[in-house]
T-cell receptor
Framework: GAVVSQHPSWVICKSGTSVKIECRSL??????MFWYRQFPKQSLMLMATSNEGSKATYEQGVEKDKFLINHASLTLSTLTVTSAHPEDSSFYICSARDGRAGLNQPQHFGDGTRLSIL | RKEVEQDPGPFNVPEGATVAFNCTYSNSASQSFFWYRQDCRKEPKLLMSVYSSGNEDGRFTAQLNRASQYISLLIRDSKLSDSATYLC?????????FGKGTSLLVTP
């Protein structure tokens, strides 16, 4: 089945550090990738949608200068949390959509990245 | 109004029990529907898609009522490994809309 690899799985950093999270589709071309964030006991919240070769579309309330998204190839999207602060500590999950799949086909999720900012 | 509403639970049931989860969604333009399960501190995993005619996959049965904007999931013969949070996920466009889900704990 389709596999999405997300790296790193766990990050602990000092406040002010920038953190890059990678999301790779291993056996399919992901024309669209999605970045979600989940706080404890809360639902997954879509942060942004990225299409290969174009700028990401951010959801309301998500700062595009704070969360930089790059989707330079059909198999890789990155999310960079710039100058991270403790309130950015969360579980970040990417998902990818196979470009050949119909709309009714599900997205494939990465394993998630647990980010802790001290 | 939240896009997806589910009883958060937790539902505590003994092994072998049958348990049902319900979900309502607000976006009438939602085009397809899924049930995901999420284990603690893990990514969501697709359990099954939900079709208008209802569908079954082993011990799991899903139903969709578009008129009432209501989705259900029935789990028969619960196993300990079914303990997780169950997420009802409608899709509109490419976006999946997640609620907080319903927690299930199956006990021996």
């Amino acid at each position: 089945g389709a596999v999405v690899s997300q790296h790193p799985s766990w990050v602990i950093c000092k406040s002010g550090t920038s953190v890059k999270i990678e999301c790779r589709s291993l056996d399919f071309q992901a024309t669209t990738m999605f970045w979600y964030r989940q706080f404890p006991k809360q639902s997954l919240m879509l942060m942004a949608t990225s299409n290969e070769g174009s700028k990401a579309t951010y959801e309301q309330g998500v700062e595009k200068d704070k969360f930089l998204i790059n989707h330079a190839s059909l198999t890789l999207s990155t999310l960079t949390v710039t100058s991270a602060h403790p309130e950015d500590s969360s579980f970040y999950i990417c998902s990818a959509r196979d470009g050949r799949a119909g709309l009714n086909q599900p997205q494939h999720f990465g394993d998630g990245t647990r980010l802790s900012i001290l | 109004r939240k896009e997806v509403e589910q009883d958060p639970g937790p539902f505590n049931v003994p092994e072998g029990a049958t348990v049902a989860f319900n979900c309502t969604y607000s976006n009438s333009a939602s085009q397809s529907f899924f049930w995901y399960r999420q284990d603690c501190r893990k990514e969501p995993k697709l359990l099954m898609s939900v079709y208008s005619s209802g569908n079954e996959d082993g011990r799991f049965t899903a139903q969709l009522n578009r008129a009432s904007q209501y989705i259900s999931l029935l789990i028969r013969d619960s196993k300990l490994s079914d303990s997780a949070t169950y997420l009802c996920v409608p899709r509109s466009g490419y976006a999946l809309n997640f609620g907080k889900g319903t927690s299930l704990l199956v006990t021996p």
